[in-house]
């Protein structure tokens, strides 16, 4: 009982049937064009006209709804007096990609509607026509009955009438009638406004193709995203750990060799610097910003990664082969970025002694490959570096995306081992 009463009591009920209502009202300008064949067309019986007049009426109202303009600002009052989550699909396709976000990729295309899908508005305007109609002289005669029917209380007698049918209504049975007609109206108004809420989402909602295009560019923001999160996962990760090591290095050898302190403070200012540039960048796109061209790191800056190594007291041993220069730029890109995750792991988790890098750029692909002890560490200790998990997983769908293949294990009793395989076109 007390559940059935409680949509009388939302003003969300009155909001909705006011909405109701007004799209009955804001029909009425069309009425005097509709009249136009009737005022033609004088030698017709009444019945007839009043009927080519509502036809007219109704296809007048039906062909504003095929303006666009006219869905969004249904689905937005739908969303703002009905409280019906309606998704924005104007807005969804606005976010463009910033300028100078590397590659651009493939934009879904525009869910283009079928017929049926077209004549969805205005059949929601037709509905909502007719409801408002509908509602609204029914709330006005059950209020004009609330308050005429009680004049039987005073001695007259209180009647209806109704297609050649009446009845008198007299004594307290005209209150009680009275009282029916005035609670009757706050029922109507949850019937227009329930009424309206399911028919929204059917007829404003988006449809199978629209939804496939909400789907499709919210699996490429969230591969943007995903993208942007790797990238400072593995600059910001790197430059973190390398500074913490060459930090403390620095503070070792500053009374002993101030040289080498100096050489570890500069590279810890070249590498943050690089990391602050990616931050930057990192954050630019996530703010919908007109961020500036992102920094790029490819195999050509691997020198430089491995250098900052050695500073940070890293015993580094390369062996680079093959035509590096004419590996092409996204494949360049990810190579380094996995390089540069291999070794910060080295950093982290390795018990001291060379890493071994290796990079072999062959005709029918990329190697890559990092070695490094494994045993007790200072990696296990007080001062361990924290361990995400999102290094190896953030490895595997990178290598994955680039139809590679991953192997990341132990490397016989005392080491570890990375090694990358990727599918390579040398650039002519």
Do not use: K
Not at 269 to 295: F, H, Q, W
């Amino acid at each position: 009982m007390i559940r059935g009463i409680r949509p009388l009591l939302r003003g969300s009920t009155y909001t909705g049937a006011l909405f109701a209502y007004c799209g009955a009202l804001l029909s009425l300008p069309l009425l005097p064009f509709a009249m136009v064949p009737v005022l033609v067309w004088r030698s017709a019986p009444s019945a007839a006209r009043a009927v080519l007049t509502l036809l007219v009426w109704a296809a007048l109202v039906a062909v504003l709804g095929l303006a666009r303009t006219t869905r969004r600002v249904l689905i937005a009052c739908a969303r703002r007096l009905l409280g019906v989550p309606l998704p924005d699909l104007a807005a969804g396709r606005q976010a463009a990609r910033p300028t100078g976000a590397g590659p651009t990729p493939a934009v879904p295309a525009r869910a283009v509607p079928s017929a049926a899908d077209r004549w969805r508005t205005p059949l929601w305007l037709l509905l909502h026509v007719a409801l408002g109609w509908t509602g609204g002289l029914a709330s006005m005669v059950l209020l004009g009955l609330g308050v005429a029917l009680p004049g039987g209380w005073t001695g007259n007698d209180a009647g209806l009438s109704l297609f050649n049918w009446s009845v008198r209504v007299t004594g307290v049975w005209s209150w009680v009638l009275a009282l029916a007609c005035l609670l009757l109206v706050p029922a109507l108004c949850a019937v227009l406004t329930g009424a309206l809420r399911w028919l929204a989402p059917r007829l404003l909602g988006p449809s199978s193709a629209e939804r496939l295009a909400l789907a499709a560019e919210r699996e490429q923001q969230l591969a943007e995203r995903n993208r942007l999160a790797h990238e400072l996962h593995d600059s910001i990760g790197h430059t973190l750990t390398a500074a913490t090591i060459q930090a403390a290095v620095a503070g070792e050898v500053l009374s002993v060799d101030p040289v080498a302190a100096r050489a570890a403070l500069r590279s810890i200012e070249e590498s943050t610097r690089a990391a602050l540039e990616d931050l930057d960048y990192v954050l630019g796109v996530l703010r919908e910003e007109e961020a500036g061209t992102a920094p790029t790191r490819t195999l050509a800056d691997l020198p430089e990664l491995l250098e900052r190594l050695r500073h940070a007291g890293a015993v580094v041993e390369p062996e680079l082969s093959g035509q590096l220069d004419q590996v092409q730029g996204t494949l360049s890109r990810a190579a380094y970025r996995i390089l540069q995750e291999g070794l910060t792991n080295a950093l982290r988790h390795g018990a001291g002694g060379p890493i071994e890098v290796r990079v072999v750029a062959a005709p029918d692909g990329l190697e890559l490959s990092v070695v490094n002890r494994t045993g007790a560490s200072p990696g296990t200790g007080p001062g361990a570096f924290p361990t995400s998990g999102h290094g190896l997983p953030g490895l595997a769908e990178r290598v994955r995306l680039l139809h590679g293949d991953l192997d990341a294990g132990p490397h016989g009793p005392q080491h570890w081992r990375l090694a990358v395989r990727l599918p390579i076109r040398l650039s002519a």
